[in-house]
């Protein structure tokens, strides 16, 4: 069964032109050119997949149509299209629930690309949360059995502990789909994330990092650019080097990132990294300035390995490093852009754990049907 996508713009040039290009693609498209018809058809013509809503419209703007939708329906995706690119506004939407943020002129094809990752997205986050349910479910069955069969409390007690492990994995394996997801924003850095995380776990237990600290640096290196959500893809995607005035925007993800994670309480541990990723150890770096050890110990780690997996993966403008000399420029530039304390404990790591990480990684993508992405 096709999904059902509606398309809401003043404009009925721009409804034609996205229903043609969507419905090319395989969905099944309704448009309404106003917030109220296009409430109308959500309350009584049919079950949207998502909306695809324009912000700049006369009357109830999109961001109200966004409100009103997610008081409805909070599990229908709603992807924000505008013409006026204000950071302050993708970030507004995608705090009320919008799934991502499209800026026109747009291109077609990465409009389709947005509406595929959005609804691949939703699939997955369904799925988690089915599987998070159901172990829900055997939890209660299994306390249930502890109270009426005391001679099982021992046996019962792993099973729990084991449950409750998994229920917590879910939430790894949701942020982990999220950053795929973003991951396909930026065609230079696919599987990027997932592998600073891994480097970043590596360097820090080498540091004598333990839990809960362990974690929350690895959710922080697999979240780090969650803030390019609020950088327009004109930007993001150029081909050939920015301008000045898109490096200003492109150097707000950190700041962005902050705000996004804001208030979420259970990766409070991860919001350092976010945030202080591009920071350098001379103090040149941004979005603060700071400078040695005022820089978190997470993020002065996660400068080593960012820099290591840029230099030993192929770009479409370069051929990967070989690892001796990607580790001789990190020695070469400890005490100016990293830590030397984290590049003492990087070159004791012997080059087979980051070809095993790499490699584990790949293998992990390959069992999901993913490896050609990476």
Same mark, same amino acid.
């Given at each position: 069964?096709?999904?059902?996508?509606?398309?809401?713009?003043? @404009?009925?040039?721009?409804?034609?032109?996205?229903?043609e290009k969507l419905t090319t693609a395989g969905y099944a498209c309704s448009t309404a050119a106003n917030s109220a018809e296009a409430l109308r058809k959500i309350e009584t013509e049919q079950t949207f997949s998502l909306v695809l809503s324009d912000i700049d419209m006369p009357g109830q703007n999109g961001i109200s149509l966004l409100k009103d939708i997610k008081t409805r329906n909070p599990e229908?995706?709603?992807?924000?299209?505008?013409?006026?690119?204000?950071?302050?506004?993708?970030?507004?939407?995608?705090?009320l629930g919008a799934s991502d943020y499209i800026t026109k002129p747009f291109n077609?094809?990465?409009?389709?690309?947005?509406?595929?990752?959005?609804?691949e997205k939703r699939r997955?986050?369904? @799925?988690?949360?089915?599987?998070?349910?159901?172990?829900?479910?055997?939890?209660?069955? %299994?306390? !249930?059995? !502890?109270?009426?069969?005391s001679e099982e409390v021992e046996q019962l007690y792993r099973e729990l502990k084991v449950a409750f492990e998994q229920i917590r994995a879910t939430y790894a394996t949701t942020l982990e789909a999220l950053m795929e997801a973003l991951d396909t924003r930026d065609t230079e850095t696919q599987g990027h994330s997932r592998r600073v995380s891994e480097y970043t776990v590596a360097i820090a237990r080498a540091m004598g990092v333990a839990e809960p600290e362990l974690t929350q640096m690895r959710w922080g290196a697999l979240l780090h650019d969650v803030g390019k959500i609020g950088v327009p893809d004109a930007i993001l995607r150029k081909p050939g080097p920015l301008t000045p005035q898109e490096w200003?925007?492109?150097?707000?993800?950190? @700041?962005?990132? %902050?705000?996004?994670?804001?208030? !979420?309480?259970?990766? @409070?541990?991860?919001? /350092?990294?976010?945030?202080?990723?591009?920071?350098?150890?001379?103090?040149s770096g941004y /979005?603060?300035?700071?400078?040695?050890?005022?820089?978190?110990?997470?993020?002065?780690?996660?400068?080593?390995?960012?820099?290591?997996?840029?230099?030993?993966?192929?770009?479409?403008?370069?051929?990967?490093?070989?690892?001796?000399?990607? %580790?001789?420029?990190?020695?070469?530039?400890?005490?100016v852009q990293f830590d030397p304390r984290v590049v003492e404990a990087f070159i004791k790591i012997p080059e087979q754990e980051w070809g095993q990480i790499n490699r584990r990684i790949k293998a992990e993508l390959s069992a999901k049907g993913m490896a050609h992405k990476y």
């Amino acid at each position: 069964m096709k999904p059902n996508l509606l398309i809401v713009d003043d @404009e009925q040039v721009i409804r034609e032109v996205l229903t043609e290009k969507l419905t090319t693609a395989g969905y099944a498209c309704s448009t309404a050119a106003n917030s109220a018809e296009a409430l109308r058809k959500i309350e009584t013509e049919q079950t949207f997949s998502l909306v695809l809503s324009d912000i700049d419209m006369p009357g109830q703007n999109g961001i109200s149509l966004l409100k009103d939708i997610k008081t409805r329906n909070p599990e229908m995706d709603v992807v924000m299209v505008t013409g006026v690119v204000d950071v302050d506004i993708a970030i507004q939407s995608i705090r009320l629930g919008a799934s991502d943020y499209i800026t026109k002129p747009f291109n077609l094809e990465e409009v389709v690309l947005t509406v595929e990752r959005t609804l691949e997205k939703r699939r997955l986050m369904r @799925e988690n949360h089915e599987y998070q349910l159901s172990l829900e479910r055997k939890v209660e069955e %299994r306390t !249930v059995e !502890v109270r009426r069969k005391s001679e099982e409390v021992e046996q019962l007690y792993r099973e729990l502990k084991v449950a409750f492990e998994q229920i917590r994995a879910t939430y790894a394996t949701t942020l982990e789909a999220l950053m795929e997801a973003l991951d396909t924003r930026d065609t230079e850095t696919q599987g990027h994330s997932r592998r600073v995380s891994e480097y970043t776990v590596a360097i820090a237990r080498a540091m004598g990092v333990a839990e809960p600290e362990l974690t929350q640096m690895r959710w922080g290196a697999l979240l780090h650019d969650v803030g390019k959500i609020g950088v327009p893809d004109a930007i993001l995607r150029k081909p050939g080097p920015l301008t000045p005035q898109e490096w200003i925007e492109m150097r707000k993800h950190p @700041e962005l990132g %902050r705000r996004i994670l804001s208030g !979420v309480k259970f990766l @409070e541990g991860a919001v /350092p990294i976010v945030y202080c990723h591009q920071e350098r150890f001379d103090g040149s770096g941004y /979005p603060r300035g700071l400078k040695g050890e005022g820089i978190p110990l997470g993020a002065r780690i996660f400068a080593v390995v960012d820099t290591l997996d840029a230099m030993t993966m192929n770009r479409p403008y370069r051929k990967a490093m070989q690892y001796e000399q990607a %580790r001789d420029e990190v020695i070469k530039f400890s005490g100016v852009q990293f830590d030397p304390r984290v590049v003492e404990a990087f070159i004791k790591i012997p080059e087979q754990e980051w070809g095993q990480i790499n490699r584990r990684i790949k293998a992990e993508l390959s069992a999901k049907g993913m490896a050609h992405k990476y």
